[in-house]
């Protein structure tokens, strides 16, 4: 079995992928030699490249080089993502290398540290992002393998020699967190999702329920309030958090501010006074409860959360503000489930209450269209204009008769058009918004600069 220590190369199979990208440079950090594939160049491929990290993007075994082809010190790190039939892999695979999936090797990590684990169908990245944010910012410090690009730190690796502690998100995709070890787990939602791999709501609940008992002695969990958890062993402490119900922990004489929250919070172990976020939105509000829980459980003081708590400037793709002027707005989120919609709606609304919102919605899987295709119809009639654009298919391969079309059929909003990227612009043009939301989990990601321009454009016209 090969050691972490004995370890000289680490190649990645998917290694523009957000959590993939973190360990590269995690072991790049640690003097490995680090090198992968992907199959698209990306703006986080070029970055990691600039970092001294190889990137190939074809599939070709005679593209790894030979300081990766030595069975006694090589590990290879592939991501669930990647197709069966993916050629280097299989090489991998036939020559008895060491292969392991991404949350085997977080796994092995948290078996080293003490884990800070985030799970949940939605709020990981932000939660995770926050809490490693508070905790970077007092005494206490962390590791932090994170999902998205933060703009504090315009990274999703942190790393601190001095600290024992590594926040990571805790993936529930093909029961990734079922290899991990927590110290402190977070639970945020366990909404039914990826039905594909479980099939049904109920083994959602007990996959989570697993993750639960996977929490060392003398650890904690956290979990939203509400959340069907069963208990761990009475070695673990556990505490619940909310926005609006009354937990363990949450926050009380809210007050928005310029579409910013101001609140108070109770907790377990007192109340803390005048916080104030740093990043907008009610859904934000609940995200930093959770947050702020796992700091003091950590062990960060108050003040220090006080002071971290407003520098906290978001993630890329997290409710990040494109643009913010009087006569236009424009948001792009990762929101990719009706839940997810619903949070990201209602907290627009709550800030913009008298604007007219427009969605430009990616879905994300023929398998969730498929199942959700109620659920997203009912999400985005909340809106006033809705724009559907083709399914990003990611890892799967086509379904008959799924489309975005099945989410059209279903809702009942008079504007709703099926319509590419470029008829998109130009329908904008006629009817110029007021705010736009880009949602999903795909790459339209790879329009927001471009949409941006245009809609910067539209206003000059106007």
């Known amino acids: 079995m090969l050691k972490l220590d004995d370890i000289k190369s680490v190649y990645f199979?998917?290694?523009?992928?957000?959590?993939?990208?973190?360990?590269?440079?995690?072991?790049?950090?640690?003097?490995?030699?680090?090198?992968?594939?992907?199959?698209?160049?990306?703006?986080?491929?070029?970055?990691?490249?600039?970092?001294?990290?190889?990137?190939?993007f074809q599939d070709d075994v005679n593209n790894i080089p030979d300081s990766f082809k030595d069975q006694s010190n090589c590990l290879v790190v592939y991501?669930?993502?990647?197709?069966?039939?993916?050629?280097e892999l299989n090489y991998y695979r036939q020559n008895n290398f060491q292969v392991k999936k991404r949350a085997e090797v977080l796994g092995l990590l948290t078996r080293g540290m003490e884990g800070i684990c985030v799970a949940?169908?939605?709020?990981?990245?932000?939660?995770?992002?926050?809490?490693?944010?508070?905790?970077?910012?007092?005494?206490?410090?962390?590791?932090?393998?994170?999902?998205?690009?933060?703009?504090?730190?315009?990274t999703n690796f942190l790393h601190d020699d001095a600290s024992s502690y590594v926040v990571m998100e805790a993936d529930e995709f093909d029961r990734s967190f079922l290899q991990l070890t927590p110290h402190l787990a977070l639970i945020s939602a366990m909404d039914a999702d990826h039905l594909d791999i479980y099939g049904d709501a109920s083994k959602v609940y007990e996959a989570f329920n697993q993750f639960v008992q996977l929490i060392n002695p003398g650890g904690a969990l956290l979990h939203k309030e509400g959340l069907p958890v069963e208990?761990?062993?009475?070695?673990?402490?556990?505490?619940?958090?909310?926005?609006?119900?009354?937990?363990?922990?949450?926050?009380?004489?809210?007050?928005?501010?310029?579409?910013?929250?101001?609140?108070?919070?109770?907790?377990?172990?007192?109340?803390?006074?005048?916080?104030?976020?740093?990043?907008?939105?009610?859904?934000?509000?609940?995200?930093?409860?959770?947050?702020?829980?796992?700091?003091?459980?950590?062990?960060?003081?108050?003040?220090?959360?006080?002071?971290?708590?407003?520098?906290?400037?978001?993630?890329?793709?997290?409710?990040?503000?494109?643009?913010?002027?009087?006569?236009?707005?424009?948001?792009?989120?990762?929101?990719?489930?009706?839940?997810?919609?619903?949070?990201?709606?209602?907290?627009?609304?709550?800030?913009y209450p008298n604007k007219k919102i427009t969605v430009v919605f990616q879905p994300h899987l023929y398998t969730r269209t498929k199942d959700f295709a109620d659920e997203f119809a009912k999400a985005l009639d909340q809106c006033d204009r809705v724009y559907l654009l083709d399914i990003y298919p990611a890892r799967e391969e086509p379904i008959d008769g799924v489309s975005s079309k099945?989410?059209?059929?279903?809702?009942?909003?008079?504007?709703?058009?099926?319509?590419?990227?470029?008829d998109l612009l130009l329908d904008m043009k006629k009817n110029v918004p007021e705010v736009v939301l880009t949602l999903g989990a795909g790459d339209i990601d790879r329009l927001t600069e471009d949409l941006e321009k245009q809609l910067k454009q539209f206003i000059r016209i106007k």
């Not at 991501?79 to 050629?87: F, I, K, L, Y």
């Not at 508070?134 to 206490?140: I, K, P």
């Not at 907008?280 to 700091?295: D, H, R, T, Y």
């Open 406 to 422: 099945m989410i059209a059929d279903r809702m009942q909003l008079q504007h709703v058009k099926l319509l590419n990227y470029d």
């Open 13 to 56: 199979i998917g290694i523009g992928g957000i959590g993939m990208s973190a360990l590269a440079r995690f072991f790049k950090q640690q003097g490995k030699n680090v090198a992968g594939y992907d199959k698209t160049s990306t703006a986080l491929t070029s970055t990691l490249i600039n970092e001294g990290i190889g990137v190939s």
């Open 120 to 154: 949940g169908t939605h709020g990981k990245t932000t939660i995770s992002s926050m809490t490693a944010h508070l905790m970077r910012q007092s005494l206490v410090g962390c590791n932090a393998f994170l999902g998205g690009i933060t703009r504090n730190y315009s």
């Open 231 to 351: 208990l761990p062993d009475e070695d673990v402490e556990v505490f619940t958090y909310s926005a609006k119900e009354e937990g363990d922990f949450y926050p009380f004489n809210l007050k928005q501010v310029d579409g910013i929250y101001q609140f108070n919070l109770k907790t377990p172990f007192g109340k803390i006074m005048k916080l104030q976020m740093g990043v907008p939105g009610m859904v934000n509000v609940e995200n930093a409860v959770g947050a702020i829980g796992l700091a003091l459980l950590a062990g960060v003081e108050e003040d220090e959360i006080r002071k971290a708590l407003p520098e906290f400037q978001g993630i890329k793709r997290r409710f990040e503000y494109r643009i913010r002027e009087d006569n236009l707005i424009y948001i792009d989120d990762y929101a990719h489930h009706p839940e997810e919609i619903n949070a990201t709606v209602s907290s627009v609304r709550a800030i």
């Open 79 to 87: 991501t669930p993502a990647v197709p069966v039939g993916h050629g």
